[in-house]
């Protein structure tokens, strides 16, 4: 038994960093990111003994992923009559979890713009890298389904992407403006210096 948790404690170990991204590509939300994942551990571990004969990180991602479908149906159930809201470069962009928070920003709000079917596609497509057929076998559609849902998401991202281009645009320019006349005072006030300095008296 204590070899089975060893096993567990490793597995997890490894395995929470990515549950938690994961987690919080899903819902947008830290706090609720790490309860769901601890969750989807906690059911893992329940049932070590046969998940870890089997793939025990596909066992746990699907947990994760039921969850979350929980979460919504039950928040959905709470919320009627109200709009719902999206269930807050893909695969080097989902797979950064230590950039920095602009990074980390900017990818929840691009998600934020899928539904939370797309959303949960992309996630397992080009996050957890799985083929179209295993992400409908994993999510109970067609394969046919996967590919037209991942279409769709690619589209709103890309023009997600591009209404952003331009706001990023002039951000860059407005700093690179910023930044040269910064130096530009800089190297005047050194040349201010270096005249005073060298005029008689200036060692003083």
């Keep these: 038994m204590r070899g089975s948790d060893d096993d567990f404690d490793e597995f997890a170990l490894v395995a929470w960093p990515r549950l938690r991204w994961a987690a919080y590509l899903l819902t947008g939300d830290h706090h609720l990111a790490e309860d769901l994942a601890q969750t989807a551990l906690v059911r893992t571990y329940s049932s070590w003994g046969r998940v870890r004969r089997g793939d025990a990180m596909a066992y746990t991602r699907k947990v994760l992923v039921n969850l979350n479908i929980d979460r919504m149906r039950r928040r959905r159930f709470r919320e009627v009559g109200l709009p719902e809201a999206g269930d807050n470069h893909l695969d080097a962009h989902l797979a ?30 080009h996050y957890f890298d799985l083929s179209e057929a295993s992400v409908a076998a994993e999510l109970g559609i067609a394969a046919g389904t996967v590919k037209s849902t991942l279409a769709r998401a690619l589209r ?9 281009a331009p706001d990023r645009a002039s951000t860059d320019r407005a700093s690179t403006d910023r930044a040269s006349t910064d130096r530009a005072s800089t190297d005047q006030r050194a040349i201010a210096i270096s005249r005073a300095t060298s005029q008689p008296g200036g060692d003083r």
């Design 96 to 125: 950064v979890t230590d950039g920095s928070f602009e990074d980390r920003a900017e990818l929840v709000r691009m998600l934020s713009a899928l539904t939370v079917k797309e959303r949960r596609v992309v996630l397992l497509r």
């Design 156 to 164: 709103k991202l890309r023009a997600v992407a591009d209404d952003e």
